[in-house]
């Protein structure tokens, strides 16, 4: 069969000025290219994953790994920030081998498949949505010169006319896909890491439990996995992790749901087979404050949980309604003081720019910050991705830039009617002192480092590398 090269590529391209942060940042593999290649090998076709956005490689070396043994086919996982990369990789190989046939999918071309195509010509072909059934039946009809029209969830060119078929239905049985092609992946997982200090002891290794997010909130882009919540079995996700840990010695899990904790039966059972199961495994996952209880919080920590990350998104409840998410301030501050009590460690997600923030409302998100246990904080600037509701109120509007290589959520893309761009960047220096440079985090952190040698190792690399750049 022939060979498919799956790439993950960059947000954007690593400098040298910027090595040094390497050791900080977390980078661990995309799932989504792991589920692929375990597909396809499974299919058949010989695979390589090149991880250049984890691994850091630069234009020149992902193009080299890639043309390594040029593949007939390439894969670009393809986020809004990182489709421009994935287009200038795409144009890259095109050129020395003519023969490979370029396919994109992700998030971004599954939301703007039309604009996407039209703009990036260097794209043969690509997938919406779900990738594990409807790649393998497309690359099956480019191998038989079939026509791909006839290919669900397919993207292809006819002339100067660019088709998109209707989209297959979701893939009901989760426990049907094979397990994640770790093994495919260079050096895993010596070189991938979770973020600096959200982990106690590695190595550690991303995993997904659930598929789908029933919330309507409208900054959160749901057109990949739909808004039907689906789960792995209990059994499925319990040998997956024992392979993990006797394979790679894996200490850490990442989940990446959506809603790890949306349904709570499916959850009980999870962590009762994970607390029994004397793996020796932690966890970090994400969650809805209105999601959990102190019974359930009690049997998390049990069953491993070591830090839990909830979306709050702000301290102005006018701003969380506008936004449907669905919650009140108090249960994210009952939520946050339950889960400290149970011993899991409180993360608090927060953005900043909606359209209707103020110099007050500022105040209210940071007020609520200070006043809440929280153990860290993460900090970012509202985004109207594609395929988000808030995206399709604001398109074209002159308070919203739209520069997809910009949209990763750390630059100030939205202007607030009641503020300037340089407010929101004031207030988000403002946000992160105020919280950081405090002696409760502080302490915290160095209980870490203290008890975590891998965290200290890290911080050793990073300062290291930092005063060799000077």
């Not at 498949?113 to 043969?124: K, L």
């Not at 910009?406 to 607030?416: D, E, F, I, K, V």
Request: net charge positive.
């Amino acid at each position: 069969m022939n060979s498919v090269v799956l790439v993950n590529p960059p947000y954007s391209f690593w400098s040298p000025e910027k090595n040094w942060l390497r050791p900080f940042i977390g980078n661990l593999p995309s799932l989504g290219l792991l589920s692929l290649a375990a597909v396809l090998r499974r299919a058949g076709y010989r695979v390589r994953i090149v991880e250049s956005a984890s691994l850091g490689l630069s234009f020149d070396r992902t193009v080299e790994e890639i043309l390594r043994e040029p593949p007939r086919y390439l894969g670009l996982s393809c986020t809004t920030a990182s489709v421009e990369n994935a287009a200038a990789i795409a144009r890259a190989v095109k050129e020395k081998s003519p023969r490979t046939l370029v396919l994109a999918g992700g998030p971004h071309v599954t939301a703007l498949p039309g604009e996407t195509f039209e703009r990036f010509p260097a794209f043969d072909f690509g997938i919406l949505g779900e990738g594990e059934a409807a790649l393998p039946d497309l690359l099956e009809a480019l191998e038989g010169e079939q026509d791909p029209g006839r290919v669900e969830s397919a993207i292809y060119r006819r002339g100067d006319e660019i088709r998109a078929n209707p989209r297959r239905r979701l893939i009901e049985n989760l426990d049907t896909l094979p397990f994640p092609a770790f093994d495919l992946l260079p050096h895993f997982p010596r070189a991938y890491r979770a973020p600096f200090l959200n982990y106690r002891k590695g190595p550690a290794a991303p995993l997904i439990s659930s598929r789908g997010c029933p919330q309507t909130c409208t900054f959160c882009d749901r057109s990949v996995f739909g808004n039907r919540y689906r789960y792995f079995s209990e059994e499925y996700l319990g040998e997956l992790i024992s392979s993990l840990r006797r394979a790679y010695g894996v200490r850490h899990l990442v989940f990446t749901d959506d809603q790890f904790a949306a349904f709570r039966p499916r959850l009980v059972r999870l962590c009762e087979k994970l607390a029994r199961g004397g793996l020796d495994v932690q966890w970090n996952c994400d969650a809805r404050v209105d999601s959990v209880d102190p019974e359930l919080l009690r049997l998390m920590k049990r069953a491993g949980c070591w830090m839990i990350s909830y979306g709050i998104e702000s301290g102005s409840q006018q701003i969380l309604d506008r936004i449907q998410k669905g919650i009140s301030l108090e249960e994210a501050e009952r939520a946050i003081r339950w889960t400290k009590e149970a011993g899991i460690r409180a993360k608090g997600l927060f953005m900043i720019g909606y359209p209707q923030e103020t110099a007050e409302t500022l105040e209210q998100t940071l007020d609520f910050i200070l006043r809440s246990p929280l153990d860290e904080i993460n900090l970012s600037f509202l985004t109207p991705y594609p395929g988000t509701e808030l995206y399709r109120q604001l398109k074209g509007a002159s308070e919203f830039s739209e520069e997809w290589g910009r949209m990763n959520a750390l630059n100030s893309l939205l202007r607030p009617a009641a503020l300037s761009r340089e407010d929101l960047e004031r207030a988000y220096g403002k946000i992160l002192r105020r919280f950081y440079l405090r002696s409760g985090p502080t302490q915290s952190y160095l209980g870490i480092l203290l008890r975590s040698p891998q965290n200290l190792s890290r911080l050793a690399e990073g300062l290291g590398r930092r005063l060799v750049r000077r």
